[in-house]
């Protein structure tokens, strides 16, 4: 089944700093998700990207299914961005959402 | 009420017991997910339902069972679970798109229920 690995799996990062998560998955797809999971449990839809640019505020993504990856730009972090941030693939065709093993982000004051 | 919601948020159980989670979705989305997340583990997809029919069944074993009456509800019965089964068990919702090959869009996810078994 296809793969998807996340990196970095933790990041710590002084306020104010800009980041960037990569997403790297094994096989095509058609459906590419990131998620921040707050420290309650929810996960809150960021983007969905299976290919392209999209902003929103301070973060950004961009997914290149050509080479199978997607980052994650997140500018000027703040410590409400401390969370988990997923990125979940499906393949062309399936119903199956693969999740990456996730990046802990912890921002500090 | 918007969005995904599911209740109970916690819920504290025996190995005996019988319980049940509730999802209920207000997106007006046809397909509807049991994922689990378990500590230090990626989120796993338990059970896919389109169109009110099961169409995925991720190796769970039958001490978790579905029922999707609607559309916009999806239920996870539960009977003599094990202490490993203690997770954040999440639901989620999408629209299928159909045509030349059909499309599973954009998921959003409920709140959870915290579960624990004793």
């Known amino acids: 089944g296809i793969q998807v690995e996340q990196s970095p799996p933790d990041l710590i990062l002084q306020e104010g700093a800009n980041s960037t998560l990569r997403c790297n998955f094994s096989d095509s797809v058609n459906n590419l998700q990131w998620f921040h999971q707050n420290p309650w449990g929810q996960l809150i839809n960021l983007f969905y990207?299976?290919?392209g640019t999209k902003q929103n505020g301070r973060l950004s993504a961009t997914t290149v299914a050509t080479e199978r990856y997607s980052l994650l730009y997140i500018s000027s972090s703040q410590t409400t961005d401390s969370g988990v941030y997923f990125c979940a693939v499906r393949n062309t065709g399936g119903f199956k959402t693969i999740f990456g093993a996730g990046t802990r982000l912890f921002v500090k004051a | 009420e918007t969005g995904v919601t599911q209740t109970p948020r916690h819920l504290v159980m025996g190995m005996t017991n019988k319980k049940s989670l509730k999802c209920e979705q207000h997106l007006g989305h046809n397909a509807m997910y049991w994922y689990k997340q378990s500590a230090k583990k990626p989120l796993e997809l338990m059970f896919v339902y389109s169109l009110e029919e099961r169409v995925e069944n991720n190796s769970v074993p039958s001490r978790f069972s579905p029922e999707c009456p609607n559309s916009s509800h999806l239920f996870l019965h539960l009977h003599t679970l094990q202490p490993e089964d203690s997770a954040l068990y999440l639901c989620?919702?999408?629209?299928?798109?159909?045509?030349?090959?059909?499309?599973?869009?954009?998921?959003?996810f409920g709140p959870g229920t915290r579960l624990t078994v004793l």
């Open positions: 990207i299976p290919s």
């Open positions: 989620a919702s999408s629209q299928l798109t159909s045509g030349g090959q059909s499309s599973y869009n954009e998921q959003f």
